[in-house]
Each structure stands twice: as C-alpha cells, then as structure tokens.
C-alpha cells in the first residue's frame, strides 16, 4: 500500500508570491493533519481536517488556509509568502481525528521542502 | 511559548549501551504521549506512546517514562544500536482539536 505522499518535493518562490502544496493520505484515510517544520525545530501544528471539515487549527496567521477534498486528499495553501515560511511542510493522515490511542497510528509523509528568497 | 521542550539538541551514544532522552512539558491539559523517530528526507515515523494514567510503557528495546508530578518523561533505548541514530521527537496531544505539539528534537548518534 502506498504511505502518505506529497507534492512538489521542493520548492522555491520568492517573497510575496503564493505557494499551493499537496497531500495524499493513505487509503482509507479520512484526516489530514498539515505541520510546518523549521530547521533546528520539531513539526508545528497548522490543521487538521477530518471529512471535508476543519477541525484543528495552530497559531498561523491567517496567509494560511487548507482545504479537504471528496477525496480526501488536502491541499494547503500560503499567501504573500515571506521569508521565513521557508520550512519543510509535512502532511500526515489517520483513519480518524486524533485522540488517545488513535494518534499512533498517524502517518507522516516525507515533506514539501519550501525556500522562499 | 514552547509547551514540550527537549533541552539537549544532541546525544551520543556507546551501541550496546542506554540511550535516555529526555522531554518536559508544560501544560497540564496533555493527556498522552508520543515519540518518533525522523531520518533525513523522511517524515517523523511513530515509535511508543503513553497515556497520561500511566506511568511506563514498553515496546521491545524501547521504554516511555512519565512522571507527571515533574511533567517529564523519558524515552531509554537498550541496547542501543547503530541504526537507532536519528532525531528523535516527543509530542504531546493536546484533545482539543486533535493538537500534536512537538518538541524541538534531539539527534542521537549511536557510534559502533
């Protein structure tokens, strides 16, 4: 069975454009969670989506916004990017929202490595 | 405001010898744990989890501490082995919307 994919693997832009990166999660999968994960620093939290709905949200300014689709597949996008969106995004998937004992089985994909210039 | 905190960016680590990583938190609303392990070029994979009533849990060469008194728990790998190197992440779930919050990592480095 095919992991989590994501696309592109890299990127690069330059400040003020806007970037879209995408998600696969794995079959059967109906929760998407997207983290950004800066160097020297663990994943943040930025959504996570469960049926087409958003159901989780961190501490990111509101140039980020995601979306769901029927098929499960998610989408996160960034506006008037600036330097320091530059960050490896990692998508995970899970059966279900995140609660005890689900978040194990919570699967990662490799990341979409953005540099903005 | 860092809610899980994993104070040594580095280990290193005799094979055949304990690893002990350590992470604190914060907040008292985290009711389960989690560590994963990360390999360059790859996303975070799950290793052992622990629920906040208890106090140790155990899979194979890896045993998850938590003292909840001190918020602070552990992970120890024995023996350790050269293909255990890698970063290594704890994480907290926050209930409420399904939060995960990470600490910062810490790279283990387990020398043959």
């Known amino acids: 069975d095919a992991g989590v994919t994501q696309s592109p693997t890299h990127l690069i832009k330059t400040r003020g454009q806007h970037v879209t990166l995408r998600c696969s999660p794995i079959s059967g999968h109906k929760s998407v969670s997207w983290y950004q994960q800066v160097l020297g620093q663990g994943p943040q939290f930025i959504f996570q989506?469960?049926?087409?709905?958003?159901?989780g949200r961190g501490n990111f300014p509101d140039r980020f916004s995601a979306r769901q689709f029927p098929n499960y597949s998610s989408e996160l996008n960034v506006n008037a990017l600036l330097l320091g969106d530059s960050a490896l995004y990692l998508c995970?998937?899970?059966?279900?929202?995140?609660?005890?004992?689900?978040?194990?089985?919570?699967?990662f994909g490799p990341g979409t490595r953005l540099t903005v210039l | 405001d860092q809610q899980v905190k994993q104070n040594s960016p580095s280990l290193s680590v005799q094979e055949g010898r304990i690893s002990i990583l350590n992470c604190d938190y914060t907040?008292?609303?985290?009711?389960?744990f989690l560590w994963y392990k990360k390999y360059p070029a790859e996303g975070p994979t799950f290793l052992i989890s622990i629920s906040s009533i208890k106090d140790k849990n155990e899979d194979g060469r890896f045993t998850v501490f938590l003292n909840k008194s001190a918020k602070h728990l552990s992970l120890h790998i024995v023996p350790s082995q050269p293909g255990d190197s890698a970063v290594y992440f704890c994480a907290a779930l926050y209930n409420q919307g399904g939060k995960l919050i990470f600490g910062q990592g810490t790279e283990l480095s387990v020398k043959p």
């Open positions: 995970a998937s899970s059966r279900n929202i995140l609660r005890q004992g689900r978040a194990d089985t919570q699967y």
């Open positions: 989506y469960y049926e087409k709905e958003e159901r």
């Open positions: 907040n008292s609303m985290f009711d389960y």
